[in-house]
């Protein structure tokens, strides 16, 4: 087992994989949810919640808000660079934009472009002095977000300094502005020179990992240092330690009261049925105050009012809305199990019967639950999640940073993404511990597509500094995030951290015996990990048990197509296999010399150890690999094996877990192009599968269901020879009840006795497609199965695939006709953005048709043009 996760960076980021098994949750009986008719015991319950409310929803009387993005100055240490630089931004993207430098993805320029995070930086802007602003008794300046290590100064004075790109700063400066111009300076200091100070610093003990690994071409000490703790490399990307002010700057200015943040999360009470909302507000008074608190929700027909004071200073008041007990509350739903209806409350504050500041917010209302209770006829605890008293499979994704430099992921990017993992059937996301807290937006659009999120804190594979002033800068970062981010009803479960356990309790490290209680302690102090991490002292003896919470699993050496060999694990947050992305994706960030399975190129691009040999290594095992005379087909026909085999190994892995009743590295590329993967990813997620194995030579399906309700199906195998596009045979099995939320065996067949069943088949010259039905139809999609490796198929013929692009009123589609049996059918229209209705497939008929949902405007030339059709027989 290999507990660190890899994959290739080449521009290449959005998705990792997520799975989740909750072989506990059901009887073996009657596979019915066992959740439903049981208490919770040991488990964490959480009531559903509200979106938050943030600074540029409120209204308040009498403050004033100023705005200073926009257009600053940007120059480095010693003034041979000066530019013009966009706030929300970074330096990258400034010296980028103004041509200083190329697109960092080119080539080797993750290298060629150290020197830039090796340099100070200073943003610089001017903004007029206003006689408004300066009357009030309280004038603060905003920092929603600095990247990293900073000084402030403003008018030649220092006003405070940042160490924490995950924290929001503000600064009074009420007695520094000035009627005429003003001058605002943010001095960055490099992130990495700043690291390796504080490391050096820490001269009691190391704090390990010293360095990434050789082959991540990275920087040293991030854990030293409060930003995004992948941009000095990870096994999946590259190293850009990135700076700038990564969020909104602003001026507010106030004489009384402004409210900063409202936070509200909706409790059920169970036994009486009974919804109220606890609202709390985070304020910042100049003075005393007395006043009332107007909460309403107008949909249910609730609304209190209730007497408070305000005390001088930042402070905490929370209150609670019960909800009208005549008002029928509608619940939020994870994607694939109901809808996400929306309610909205409003905030009113008032002084002596005058409305002062007023708030608006969206709310959502559900429960979750996170189960954990004893496991009848096995040891440990289940784990898995109840949403709204619902048993729910978990089916996603790993999310990590969409791009190495934040600025450039737009709200249109962030929906796109997400939109693509819904299409694909998943219900959550997992924002990994190495990257950064998103944006509100990102998770205000999973609370729209009921998309649950497991979150992450932001400390990743490392061991982290304990000393005072880390530890202060850590808390608040915890405390703002947890109250920005808390309202959400996507949020399911908060992480203590990305395998910082494993690395301590399995000594990744080579941490010496007699030091190690120093490190156990320094763990410690971080964020939890949660109730059984107390209960064991919380540093479990075996993290990875697989008879206790989650489990990360990687091999890169297995025969992945083997379902023998993924552990059954209780919850799988993370595993799957490498791939390259297209070449599409590849050629406008390399040359010419560069296309090539061993050029320096691949190499760089690659940094798990041995990961392009392992690619090819596993592959072999099942088929053939490439072996054009032309250096260039051969690349690109290796580019596409690679992502064959990941495919079909991460479907086996996932439909293992999935008839189990339970991530992977990269199921989309740079841009949001779908990788074979993803769109798998729609079937093996789907809602009604058949899932077909073998075990002793006997054919199993099983029917899998995520629905709430109860189907009857039964399953139809249909066995195709490799040189006929015509079944050979065809078998149904009897219709059987498939409770919901549940997967139930439905077909058991030796393989000898189907085979002597279809004549002239043989396991080398046959193969086996099924799907299921009920009395109406074909229920989910058509799964496949092999009885030997495409290697060795007898009969696997060319299919001579050709292609007519058509348009109508719905958009594009594509008309494919094949001569003979194609696997792994793959459609390519080069650069042109958009995604095809499937894509990896199988075809077994003569005539298909697929549709092409095109991102930008295009056309039947430009699409006939550059569509590039790639079948398995075609590469060798």
């Avoid at 798990?608 to 095992?621: F, R, S």
Wanted: glycine fraction near 6%; aromatic fraction near 12%; include cysteine.
């Amino acid at each position: 087992k290999q507990q660190v996760p890899d994959s290739t960076f080449f521009r290449v980021f959005p998705f990792l994989v997520l799975s989740v098994v909750l072989p506990s949750a059901y009887h073996a009986k009657d596979n019915q949810p066992k959740a439903a008719m049981t208490p919770c015991g040991n488990c964490v319950r959480v009531s559903g919640l509200l979106s938050g409310l943030f600074l540029g929803v409120f209204s308040g009387f009498g403050s004033v808000t100023v705005s200073l993005n926009g257009k600053w100055r940007l120059s480095n240490s010693n003034g041979s660079v000066s530019l013009p630089a966009q706030v929300p931004g970074c330096v990258h993207s400034a010296l980028q934009l103004h041509g200083y430098i190329q697109d960092p993805y080119f080539r080797f320029n993750d290298v060629s472009y150290r020197w830039i995070a090796l340099d100070n930086w200073t943003y610089t802007t001017t903004f007029p002095g206003s006689t408004q602003l300066r009357a009030k008794q309280k004038a603060l300046l905003v920092f929603d977000g600095v990247d990293t290590v900073a000084s402030v100064w403003l008018n030649g004075m220092v006003v405070g300094e940042t160490d924490n790109m995950f924290r929001r700063y503000d600064f009074p400066v009420g007695d520094l502005l000035k009627d005429g111009d003003n001058v605002l300076n943010v001095s960055l200091v490099s992130p990495v020179v700043y690291a390796s100070e504080r490391r050096n610093a820490h001269s009691a003990y190391r704090v390990p990992p010293e360095c990434p690994p050789h082959v991540q071409k990275g920087e040293c000490h991030v854990n030293f240092i409060r930003k995004e703790q992948s941009s000095f490399s990870w096994d999946w990307g590259p190293s850009f330690p990135t700076m700038g002010l990564w969020k909104g700057v602003h001026l507010e200015a106030f004489d009384v009261l402004q409210l900063i943040q409202v936070s509200s999360v909706p409790l059920h009470n169970f036994s009486l049925s009974q919804w109220r909302v606890q609202v709390e507000l985070l304020v910042d008074a100049v003075q005393t105050i007395n006043g009332q608190i107007m909460l309403s929700i107008p949909e249910l027909d609730s609304e209190q009012m209730f007497r408070t004071q305000f005390l001088p200073g930042k402070t905490k008041n929370s209150f609670t809305l019960h909800i009208n007990t005549s008002s029928q509350v509608k619940l939020w739903w994870p994607n694939g199990h109901g809808d996400q209806p929306v309610y909205h409350l409003t905030v009113r504050v008032l002084q002596k019967g005058f409305l002062i500041l007023k708030a608006e917010s969206k709310i959502y209302f559900r429960t979750v639950e996170l189960v954990q209770e004893p496991v009848v006829g096995s040891p440990g605890l289940s784990f898995y999640f109840r949403v709204n008293g619902k048993a729910i499979f978990l089916k996603g994704s790993n999310w990590i940073p969409a791009h190495s430099f934040q600025d450039q992921v737009s709200p249109a990017v962030l929906r796109n993404l997400l939109q693509s993992a819904v299409d694909a059937n998943m219900n959550a996301l997992r924002v990994w511990g190495g990257g950064v807290y998103e944006e509100d937006i990102f998770y205000s659009i999973c609370d729209e597509m009921g998309i649950m999120v497991w979150q992450d804190f932001m400390f990743a594979c490392a061991m982290y500094p304990t000393e005072d002033d880390f530890i202060q800068t850590v808390r608040e970062e915890v405390i703002q995030q947890v109250r920005r981010l808390k309202s959400h009803p996507s949020i399911i479960v908060w992480s203590g951290n990305n395998e910082n356990e494993a690395a301590l309790a399995t000594d990744w490290f080579g941490i010496p015996v007699s030091q190690r209680p120093t490190y156990l302690k320094d763990y410690v102090t971080l964020p939890t990990n949660g109730a059984e991490s107390e209960q064991e002292g919380w540093v479990a003896a075996n993290p990875y048990d697989p008879h206790y919470g989650d489990t990360h699993f990687y091999s890169y050496t297995l025969d992945c197509w083997d379902w023998r060999t993924f552990p059954r694990t209780r919850f799988a947050s993370e595993y799957g296999f490498q791939s390259w992305p297209s070449f599409s994706t590849l050629q406008p960030v390399s040359v010419k010399e560069d296309w090539s399975y061993s050029s320096n190129f691949t190499s760089h691009r690659q940094h798990h150890e041995d990961g392009n040999q392992q690619m090819l290594l596993q592959a072999a095992l099942h088929f053939h690999l490439p072996n054009s005379t032309d250096p260039l087909k051969r690349f690109t026909d290796t580019l596409y094996i690679t992502q064959v085999m990941q495919a079909q190994c991460v479907k086996t892995q996932t439909e293992f877990y999935r008839r189990s009743q339970t991530e992977i590295i990269g199921g989309k590329e740079f841009g949001g192009k779908w990788k074979m993967l993803h769109y798998f990813a729609q079937n093996f997620f789907a809602a009604v599968l058949p899932v077909g194995f073998e075990d002793a030579d006997t054919l199993l399906v099983y029917a899998v269901s995520d629905l709430r309700h109860q189907l009857t199906l039964r399953v139809v195998v249909s066995v195709y020879s490799w040189s006929d596009l015509d079944p050979v045979c065809t078998l149904k099995s009897d219709l059987l009840p498939v409770p919901g939320g549940s997967a139930v065996a439905i077909l058991k067949r030796p393989i000898t006795a189907l085979l002597a069943g279809c004549g002239r088949c043989t396991r080398l010259s046959c193969m086996l497609v099924f799907h299921l039905e009920d009395s109406v139809g074909q229920r989910g999609p058509t799964n496949h199965h092999f009885l030997c490796s495409p290697r060795d198929a007898q009969g696997l013929q060319r299919p001579n695939i050709t292609a007519t692009v058509q348009q109508d009123k719905s958009g594009y589609s594509v008309i494919l006709h094949s001569a003979s049996v194609a696997l792994f059918v793959w459609l390519d229209v080069g650069n042109v953005p958009g995604r095809f209705s499937s894509n990896g497939f199988l075809m077994l008929t003569r005539n298909r048709t697929v549709s092409f949902d095109a991102w930008r405007n295009t056309s039947i030339t430009e699409l006939s043009g550059s569509l590039t059709i790639t079948s398995l027989r075609d590469v060798y």
